[in-house]
T-cell receptor, first 114, second 110 residues
Framework: DAGVTQSPTHLIKTRGQQVTLRCSPI?????VSWYQQVLGQGPQFIFQ???????GRGNFPDRFSARQFPNYSSELNVNALLLGDSALYLC?????????????FGSGTRLTVV | QKEVEQNSGPLSVPEGAIASLNCTYS??????FFWYRQYSGKSPELIMS????GDKEDGRFTAQLNKASQYVSLLIRDSQPSDSATYLC??????????FGPGTSLSVIP
């Protein structure tokens, strides 16, 4: 079985631009969560989706949005990029709702805002 | 008070020794606890989950949970250089979010 796949792996954007990150969960996993990880820190919770509905949101501004599609894949959108949005964005899938059985992470998207 | 806290590290242990990693959490009603390992430049990988008070062993790893003290730990026996990584403690809180600690960097010296 394929693991969690994320695309793109690396991205360089200019301040003020918009970006879309994509994630496909493990087959059979209906829960997808997004995390932001800045170098030297633990992952920070952004969003969780289960069965195509938003089930949780972290302390991120409205510039961050996400959705989950009928096939359980997900997109994370960030508008009006700031330098501080530079980070590793991790997608995690789990079989159980809200990550209760632990996450499997994708390899991440490294976003650099210049 | 941060929701999940870990030893600041870095932690260095000689090869073959026991590495002890500690984590405290603030949400008293949390029920699910996880340890992830993250190698430099890679994404986190789940190594242990624990849900009940006491010890849970898996190979060289033992997770310990004390809900009364709001404390969870990870012991790595017979530490190997390949165990050198950052260890992340994660807690599923009562409001259904999985919150990660800042991580503890472990270095196993040959």
């Amino acid at each position: 079985d394929a693991g969690v796949t994320q695309s793109p792996t690396h991205l360089i954007k200019t301040r003020g631009q918009q970006v879309t990150l994509r994630c496909s969960p493990i087959s059979g996993h209906k829960s997808v969560s997004w995390y932001q990880q800045v170098l030297g820190q633990g992952p920070q919770f952004i969003f969780q989706y289960y069965e195509k509905e938003e089930r949780g949101r972290g302390n991120f501004p409205d510039r961050f949005s996400a959705r989950q599609f009928p096939n359980y894949s997900s997109e994370l959108n960030v508008n009006a990029l700031l330098l501080g949005d530079s980070a590793l964005y991790l997608c995690a899938s789990s079989r159980r709702e809200m990550g209760g059985d632990g996450y499997t992470f994708g390899s991440g998207t490294r976003l650099t805002v210049v | 008070q941060k929701e999940v806290e870990q030893n600041s590290g870095p932690l260095s242990v000689p090869e073959g020794a026991i590495a002890s990693l500690n984590c405290t959490y603030s949400d008293r009603v949390s029920q699910s606890f996880f340890w992830y390992r993250q190698y430099s430049g890679k994404s986190p990988e789940l190594i242990m989950s624990i849900y009940s008070n006491g010890d849970k062993e898996d190979g060289r790893f033992t997770a310990q949970l004390n809900k009364a003290s709001q404390y969870v730990s990870l012991l790595i026996r017979d530490s190997q250089p390949s165990d050198s990584a950052t260890y992340l403690c994660a807690v599923k809180t009562s409001y259904d979010k999985v919150i990660f600690g800042p991580g503890t960097s472990l270095s196993v010296i040959p």
